[in-house]
Structures are given as C-alpha cells and as structure tokens.
C-alpha cells in the first residue's frame, strides 16, 4: 500500500475513533447534540477511509455530504447550540435537537446543487469562521472559571481548525500529492481529531466548575 494512503488511513482512523468514543461520553452526559455530531464525524472519517481504499462513487457522495453538512452546519450550529447548554443555560427539547439536524441536513442537499458550486466554499469558510469565533467565547468563559489550560487548549483547537478550513478550499501545500506524512489529508484528520478530544475535556471541565460555584 503506497505510504501516503496509510497516513492518511492512521488519520481517519484516529478521528472515527475518537469520534465514536467520545460520542458516547457526550451522550452519557445527556448532550445529545454534540454526540451525534461526533458520531457524523466517525462515520464521515470511516466513509472517506473507505472510498480512499476503493474510490467507490457511492462512498463520494457520503463523503461529499457528510463533510459539507459538518463544515456548514454540524460544528458552527449544532456542536455551537450543544456547547450552549452551558454557556447559556440553552435545554434544547427533542423536538429542537431533530430539527437541528433535519433541517441543516435540507440545507445541505441545497448547498451541494449546481446552483451554489462556486458560492460553496466561501460559505464554508463563513460558516467555519462563526465556529471559531463562538470557541473563543467559550475559551474566554472557561478561563473565567479558572480552567485557563482547557482554554488554552481550545484556542489551539480554534486556530489549528480555522487554518484547515482556509486551506480546504484556499491553499494547496506545495507538492501535497507527493507528502507522505505532512500531506493536507492526515494534518487535517489529526487537527480534527484533536478538536472532538479537547472540546470533551474542556466540556466536562466548565460543567465541574459551574457546579462548584453553585450556577
């Protein structure tokens, strides 16, 4: 198998796993939210490890939605209202966490018509960029707590995705086809594997602190 292909088989690997375990956590947690949207990330890394191995058109199109829905709607809202709960005591009902989902899965069908193709990357990119604002706010609230190395931590998460998000569309690493390791794939996989671990930590962190002062 060509050294290439298995970096970035170690990445989806590492994000389908993390994905998936921490998916769990949330759930136990009750936020609901957030661990579907891990989920969607597992299964989204799993989908591309598969169409890398037999670049099957069908496993394409999952790939294609299921990485759009993430970058357009299942980080800058889903995971943002799920990180919510606690920064403002927002208690989504059943009913608001479905259409939470159904209705950026709609929106997402849309975004991938012929219609919006050279529109589509500038709106990832926004869309992308309100998640990173909105993690800085939640940095900020973490350090007001005293929890200032989960807050550091989560404004390595902000600016390391931020960076993966302009390159996606934006920037090529020169000779990427040819990078072994330093390839966009496998950076991009770890830095978003890093994301769904620190916001957990960081998560429970804020939860434990806001019990301790009594809020």
Same mark, same amino acid.
Not at 128 to 143: G, P, Q, R
């Given at each position: 198998?060509?050294?290439?292909?298995?970096? *970035?088989?170690?990445?989806?690997?590492?994000?389908?796993?993390?994905?998936?375990?921490?998916?769990?956590?949330?759930?136990?947690?009750?936020?609901?939210?957030?661990?579907?949207?891990?989920?969607?990330?597992?299964?989204?890394?799993?989908?591309?490890?598969?169409?890398?191995?037999?670049?099957?058109?069908?496993?394409?199109?999952?790939?294609?939605?299921?990485?759009?829905?993430?970058?357009?709607?299942?980080?800058?809202?889903?995971?943002?209202?799920?990180?919510?709960?606690?920064?403002?005591?927002?208690?989504?009902?059943?009913?608001?966490?479905?259409?939470?989902?159904?209705?950026?899965?709609?929106?997402?069908?849309?975004?991938?018509?012929?219609?919006?193709?050279?529109?589509?990357?500038?709106?990832?990119?926004?869309?992308?960029?309100?998640?990173? *604002?909105?993690?800085?706010?939640?940095?900020?609230?973490?350090?007001?707590?005293?929890?200032?190395?989960?807050?550091?931590?989560? *404004?390595?998460?902000?600016?390391?995705?931020?960076?993966?998000?302009?390159?996606?569309?934006?920037?090529?690493?020169?000779?990427?086809?040819?990078?072994?390791?330093?390839?966009?794939?496998?950076?991009?996989?770890?830095?978003?594997?890093?994301?769904?671990?620190?916001?957990?930590?960081?998560?429970?962190?804020?939860?434990?602190?806001?019990?301790?002062?009594?809020?």
């Amino acid at each position: 198998m060509d050294p290439r292909l298995i970096c *970035i088989c170690i990445g989806t690997i590492a994000l389908a796993a993390s994905g998936f375990y921490y998916g769990v956590k949330f759930c136990k947690l009750k936020n609901y939210l957030i661990g579907v949207e891990w989920f969607l990330l597992a299964t989204s890394s799993t989908n591309f490890m598969i169409y890398e191995l037999n670049h099957s058109p069908i496993n394409y199109l999952g790939v294609e939605f299921l990485d759009t829905f993430s970058r357009a709607f299942g980080l800058p809202i889903v995971t943002v209202a799920g990180l919510m709960v606690l920064t403002h005591r927002y208690r989504p009902s059943i009913r608001a966490d479905l259409l939470l989902f159904v209705v950026p899965s709609l929106a997402t069908l849309a975004l991938l018509t012929s219609y919006m193709a050279n529109d589509l990357k500038y709106i990832l990119l926004f869309m992308w960029s309100i998640f990173t *604002i909105y993690l800085a706010y939640f940095a900020y609230v973490l350090h007001k707590y005293g929890e200032k190395r989960h807050a550091f931590g989560v *404004i390595i998460a902000a600016i390391t995705n931020q960076t993966i998000a302009y390159m996606y569309d934006f920037y090529k690493i020169p000779g990427d086809a040819a990078n072994v390791v330093m390839n966009f794939y496998t950076i991009a996989l770890f830095v978003w594997s890093y994301l769904t671990i620190q916001i957990y930590y960081s998560y429970c962190a804020l939860q434990r602190a806001m019990e301790q002062r009594g809020r």
